[in-house]
């Protein structure tokens, strides 16, 4: 039995919930897959997984041995690394997050950069709004906006983003500026949340925060279909300031109530520095961050 093999199948079945789906995730057949965990239980004379009406569980070895297995895994691949070169010029893969309107506008320019000057370094560009875990998802850098939380992660800060509201001029011609957020409760907001769940955003008001209430008149699931609406006169949108930046500078969204604006949200690059860090990284890391830091400056209303 290779044990390493087996590990990987194992952290992948306990990752994806279910066999089968660790097998299609690592191109295996099931029968491949339920041998190699079989075996894996039989030479460790435990159980590790437990069929449920949710799935795949762990048992409690079967946590522990998961959790001592992706530390080992790591080593490993950190001794590949080594030996293929990695720390001796930049090449290999990254994988970099972002949430999915950032990464479109200010990361995916920058990464695109970053490629045409190392080319023996690939990236995946994950975008997605989810908070991407490191270790789980494989992510080497994340691009996150808003507070971080205590972690060993090293986090550079690229700047911030304001938390705007906004609507298009023909709607506030045809209803009236809102000038306190209590003003919410008689006007048409979009919103990502259902028409029939009373909504809230947060203000500050005298140096207090508070939350102002309102029923949607339109609810979406995506800040882009939120924007076109406002555009389109259905409403007041709220939206980070760089995603409505260009049509504020044109005229076709007007700001509103920015007098009780919450703080910026800070935007940082994160990436874990607990071990060495690979040319690649190092190389990603300075190269992005004073673009990223201009793109900011420049995108600021």
């Known amino acids: 039995m290779d044990r390493l093999d087996a590990m990987s199948v194992l952290l992948a079945a306990a990752d994806a919930g279910s066999l089968s789906k660790a097998g299609r995730a690592l191109g295996l057949p099931l029968a491949t897959v339920s041998r190699k965990v079989a075996e894996l239980e039989a030479h460790l004379k435990a159980s590790l997984l437990i069929r449920s009406a949710k799935g795949l569980e762990l048992t409690p070895a079967g946590r522990s041995y998961v959790a001592a297995a992706r530390v080992i895994l790591e080593q490993v691949a950190e001794a590949e690394r080594a030996a293929s070169g990695e720390y001796s010029e930049p090449k290999g893969d990254l994988v970099v997050t972002a949430p999915i309107m950032f990464g479109r506008l200010h990361a995916l320019p920058v990464v695109t950069r970053f ?97 102002a209430g309102f029923r949607a008149r339109l609810g979406v699931n995506t800040i882009d279909a939120a924007i076109e609406a406002g555009l389109s006169g259905a409403g007041l949108v709220r939206a980070l300031s760089y995603q409505v930046v260009d049509h504020v500078r044109s005229g076709r969204l007007q700001l509103v109530l920015d007098a009780f604006e919450p703080a910026p949200r800070p935007v940082h690059l994160v990436y874990d520095g607990q071990t060495r860090l690979p040319l690649k990284l190092r190389a990603f890391v300075d190269f992005v961050v004073p673009l990223l830091r201009q793109r900011l400056v420049e995108a600021a209303i």
């Open 115 to 211: 490629l045409a000057a190392y080319p023996d370094v690939a990236v995946d560009l994950v975008m997605t709004d989810r908070v991407a875990h490191f270790l789980d998802d494989q992510v080497d850098v994340a691009l996150r906006i808003g507070q971080l939380p205590d972690s060993s992660l090293i986090a550079t800060r690229l700047g911030s983003v304001r938390h705007v509201i906004c609507a298009s001029p023909d709607y506030l011609a045809a209803n009236g500026r809102p000038v306190r957020p209590d003003d919410l409760a008689r006007h048409s907001v979009i919103s990502f949340q259902s028409v029939s769940v009373p909504g809230t955003w947060r203000f500050e008001v005298d140096g207090a925060e508070i939350a």
